[in-house]
DNA sequence: AGGCGTTATGATCATTCATCATAACGACAA
DNA sequence: TTGTCGTTATGATGAATGATCATAACGCCT
């Protein structure tokens, strides 16, 4: 009987940002691909694709630099301010994190 | 651009407990049966049912008292368990409110 | 010139969730 | 006693979302 959670930004209704999306953006900044990311966290590449293209019309913003050919292929890297999005949202879960542990053991007790 | 979130209690990685599961809980006390309380939610009887029946066969317990026929068709409460689940999941679902809304304003701020 | 691994995108399939429809029940009124 | 009404309970269907498969384009390197 664990609690869970989820967390995510919008705007006008729609998800920018979630702690889902979050460790995409963080798999492709430690493997330099959208590719290797996907296939790192298990899901197809379209699929992570789709989620960052998704976000980053949503935002208006450009969160990967992508390049396609070249000697390894291609590759993705974040742009700056995807890199200061993710900061930014990592700190916040992270404190929500330790909240949430604390409060349930504090609020939470079973009937039996 | 705000914040969302949601919260909810796993058993076995099956959801048990939810925001959204305990405010349909809240309005079958509050209304005295469940078709009540699905049509003020705004969801067919069907799903509200459903979800109640989910919620009974995963915690391994009742939850809510149902009565068919009589004077006003039947109609349904909560059992004292469900009502002390319920107590405590809103004061928890209450902290967690006011810490997301505290953290986000202290942790995020938009580049540009 | 050809191969390789990547990005980009169309098309299809599956699974889940919402919705419609129907049966059973029991108090009350006629 | 019989019919009506609003509820619970459950089967069956439809819609929408998300995951998956398949293919084209690109550019460096051998």
């Known amino acids: 009987m664990q609690p869970h959670y989820n967390l995510w930004i919008e705007i006008d209704g729609q998800v920018v940002l979630s702690l889902w999306r979050a460790e995409l953006l963080r798999a492709v ?3 330099g691909s959208i590719s290797a990311a996907a296939e790192r966290i ?3 590449y379209r699929t992570a694709w789709q989620k960052i293209h998704e976000m980053e019309t949503r935002l ?3 969160l990967v630099e992508t390049q396609t050919g070249g000697s390894h292929g291609g590759g993705a890297r974040l742009t700056p301010t ?3 999005y993710l900061e930014q949202f990592d700190r916040f ?3 929500l994190d330790r909240f949430i542990a604390e409060s349930f053991a504090a ?3 079973l009937p039996d």
């Open 42 to 44: 298990g899901i197809p």
């Open 82 to 84: 995807a890199a200061l």
């Open 60 to 62: 208006g913003r450009k």
């Open 29 to 31: 900044a430690r493997h």
């Open 93 to 95: 879960a992270h404190d």
């Open 107 to 109: 609020n939470f007790h």
